[in-house]
C-alpha cells in the first residue's frame, strides 16, 4: 500500500514542474554558453542582438516567451521557440521521474532508501542528459564539464544513497554502491569503447564518438551496468529512425537518376543514447522485472557457470 494519497501526489509533481521548469531556463543558459567556454553564471542573461538586459519579469520560465511574444522587447529580435520548449520538457521531464520514483516506486521506495534523494537523483539525471543532447545536437560535441559532473554525482550520491539505483543495482552498503557505481562506468565506457575499435578496424571510419563514452559512463554511473547496456542497443534501434527516414530522399533521388548528396550533416548519437537511456528509466519498473529479468538471469548462470561457481548437478 502506498501511504500517499492523490492530492499529495498532484501537490509534489505540480511543484517538480515548476522547478523543472526553472531548472530548464539554466539549462538553456548552459546549451547557449558551454561550447562557446563561457561562464554559466556570469554575467546575467542578455539579449544578444541589442545586449538589454533581460530583467526578472522577462526571465519566467515559457510565461515570459509568451507574453514577449517570442520577441526581445528592445529590439523585437525573435526567440527561439526552443527556449520555452525546453523548459516545459525539463519540468514535464521531473514529473515523469516523480511518479516513476514515488508512484511507481522501483527505485525510491525500497526500505531504507529516501523516495526524495531518489527523485532528487533521477532528476539531475534527466537535466544532463538533456542539456548534453542539445549541445551535441547543436554542435556534435559532448561538454566534458557535464559528463565529468555526472560520472562524479552519479557516483557520489549512489555511495551515499546505496539503495537509490533500479532494481538489480541496489546496494546495501556505502562500498556497495560506490562499486556498482563504478561497474556501471567502466562498463558503460567499454561497450562504446569495443565498438568504437571494432567499428574502426572493420568501417575504417569512427563508429561512435568519444564523447559517446562520456555519456554512458555517466547512464552507467547513475543506473548500473544493466542499464547502461540496454542503453547502448536501444540507442542503436533509436539510431535507426532517422537514417530510414533520410533513406526515403535518397531512394527518390536514385530513382528518379538525380545525384545523390552524401555531404550531408551526419546525426550524433548523443541525442539517442540520451532519449534511450530515458525511455529505460521511466519504464524500468515495468521493463526490467518483465523484459530484462529472466535474460539477465540466463546470462548471470553462465558467468556463474564459466567461473565454476554453480552447484554441480546431479
Ligand atoms: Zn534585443
Known amino acids: 500500500m502506498n501511504v500517499y494519497e492523490w ?10 514542474f515548476f522547478i523543472g521548469t526553472v531548472v530548464g ?8 554558453r558551454l561550447p562557446l567556454q563561457k561562464s554559466v553564471i556570469w554575467p546575467d542573461s542578455r539579449c544578444p542582438n541589442c545586449l538589454g538586459r533581460i530583467g526578472a519579469l522577462e526571465n519566467i520560465p515559457v510565461l515570459s516567451w509568451l507574453f514577449l511574444r517570442a520577441a526581445c522587447r528592445n529590439c523585437k529580435l525573435k526567440i527561439s521557440a526552443r527556449y520555452p520548449a525546453i523548459e516545459a520538457a525539463t519540468g514535464l521531464l521531473f514529473v515523469a521521474v516523480y511518479f516513476a520514483d514515488a508512484y511507481f516506486g522501483s527505485h525510491g521506495n525500497r526500505p531504507g532508501s529516501s523516495v526524495y534523494v531518489a527523485v532528487f537523483y533521477h532528476c539531475v539525471l534527466m537535466a ?7 549541445i551535441d545536437f547543436d554542435w556534435t560535441i559532448v ?30 552498503t556505502m562500498l556497495g554502491g560506490l562499486g556498482v557505481g563504478l561497474l556501471g562506468v567502466v562498463v558503460g565506457a567499454g561497450v562504446v569503447w569495443v565498438v568504437r575499435v ?17 555519456i554512458l559512463a555517466v547512464v552507467g554511473a547513475f543506473m548500473g551496468w544493466q542499464a547502461a547496456v540496454l542503453t547502448f542497443f536501444l540507442s542503436a534501434f533509436l ?13 527518390i533521388k536514385r530513382l528518379t537518376g538525380r545525384q545523390w548528396n552524401p555531404s550531408e550533416r551526419e ?5 539517442f543514447l540520451s532519449m534511450a537511456a530515458v525511455v ?5 519498473h515495468w521493463a526490467w522485472p518483465k523484459l530484462f529479468e529472466p535474460y539477465y538471469a540466463i546470462f548471470a548462470w553462465l558467468v556463474r557457470d564459466l567461473l565454476g561457481q554453480n552447484p554441480d548437478l546431479p
Request: proline share 8%.
Open 198 to 214: 571494432v567499428g574502426g578496424l572493420v568501417f575504417r571510419r569512427e563508429a561512435m564518438g568519444a564523447g559517446d563514452i562520456h
Open 267 to 271: 546525426i550524433p548519437l548523443g541525442p
Open 128 to 134: 544532463l542528459l538533456l542539456a548534453i543532447s542539445m
Open 143 to 172: 561538454p566534458h564539464e557535464l559528463t565529468n559532473f555526472g560520472i562524479v554525482f552519479g557516483l557520489l550520491v549512489g555511495a551515499i544513497e546505496p539503495a537509490v539505483r533500479p532494481a538489480p543495482s541496489g546496494a546495501l
Open 280 to 284: 529505460l528509466f521511466l519504464t524500468w
Open 25 to 32: 531556463s539554466f539549462l538553456n543558459v548552459c546549451i547557449y
Open 239 to 251: 539510431g535507426l529512425v532517422p537514417s530510414l527516414v533520410k533513406l526515403v530522399p535518397y531512394l
Open 7 to 16: 492530492q499529495v501526489h498532484l501537490f509534489l509533481a505540480t511543484g517538480l
